[in-house]
Structures are given as structure tokens and as C-alpha cells.
């Protein structure tokens, strides 16, 4: 296992971060609702980098925290999921690593479109899911304090924009 606050320990921890807060700037912006000039803009480079992050994430983890081995991770998954779940889930390790790689291609079509696509309901979820289940497993009890807020302002910023369109219909 890794030391805290080690070299690794920190690159781990801020790299996935940076991922989580760049796919929250892009839920915020695209939930306001709200037209500015470079709102596209912000919303395909906070994606790629976010995808970029995420990548990162899994290779310091993998370096750092693993010795760049595979039944490492493994084992560590599994006793991760074990202590909060009460089962042992080593494969879902590959599941994370589908969910990077989904992440890069949506990135890179997000660029390749002319037009910015929603989210929507399904994308949502896979990534809330992803996001939650990486913080209940791997973080520490004070994210879910951070999470729970960001959620509250999510559906806050959501309604009022829903709110909004409706006034002007």
C-alpha cells in the first residue's frame, strides 16, 4: 500500500480531482441553462480534460498505488468493496477502466460534433455512478460531505433552469 501523503499518494488523489471537478463544470454550465459566448468552449475542454484527468488517475494508480499490477489492483478492489459492501469485488476494476475509455471516446466525439449533446439521463447516470461509487469505496468519510452538497446545488441549478424555460414558454 501506498504512504500518505506520499508523491503518489497526492497524484492520485489530486488527479481524480481534477476529473471529478472538470465533469462538475460541465454538469453546472450545462444545467444553467444559461447562453454565453464560450459556454461550447467550456464545456468540450472541461470534458476532454476531465477525460484526460481520469486517464491520469488510473495510470499514477496504477504506478504508484499498484506496482503497475494488475492482481494488485485486484486485491485492492476486492478488499475496498469488501469493507464497504460486505462482498468482494475484484473485476470491477475493468469496469473502471471501460468506464475511462467510454470517457475519452465521448470526449473526443464531443469535439468532432458541431452541435454540444446533453448530457442526458443515461450519461448522467453512468457518471454519477461512477463518481459516487469511487467515493464511497476509495475516499474518505469527509467526501460524501462534499458530494452531497454539490448534489443539492446540482438539482437547485437544474430545476431553476427548468424553471426558467418554462417561465418563458
Given amino acids: ?35 454565453f459566448e464560450t459556454r461550447e468552449r467550456v464545456i468540450r475542454w ?4 476531465g477525460a484526460l484527468a481520469c486517464v491520469a488517475h488510473v495510470v499514477v494508480a496504477m504506478g504508484f498505488g499498484h506496482c503497475w499490477s494488475l492482481a494488485n489492483a485486484m486485491r485492492h478492489t476486492a ?12 473485476w470491477s476494476v475493468f469496469v473502471n477502466f471501460a468506464f475511462v475509455a467510454w470517457w475519452q471516446i465521448d470526449a473526443v466525439r464531443e469535439f468532432r460534433s458541431q452541435k454540444i449533446r446533453s448530457l ?20 474518505p468519510r469527509y467526501w460524501t460531505w462534499i458530494a452531497v452538497p454539490c448534489a443539492v446545488a446540482f438539482t437547485i441549478v437544474k430545476w431553476r433552469s427548468r424553471s426558467l424555460v418554462d417561465a418563458g414558454r
Fill in 120 to 139: 442526458g439521463a443515461g450519461r448522467h447516470g453512468v457518471w454519477l455512478l461512477m463518481m459516487l461509487n469511487g467515493t464511497v469505496v476509495f475516499g
Fill in 1 to 35: 500500500m501506498i504512504n500518505t501523503f506520499s508523491l503518489g499518494w497526492w497524484l492520485i488523489r489530486v488527479t481524480i480531482w481534477l476529473a471529478v471537478t472538470a465533469w462538475l463544470l460541465r454538469v453546472f454550465v450545462e444545467a444553467s441553462g444559461q447562453s
Fill in 79 to 90: 478488499m475496498e468493496t469488501r469493507r464497504v459492501f460486505g462482498v468482494e469485488l475484484p
Fill in 46 to 49: 472541461s470534458w476532454l480534460f
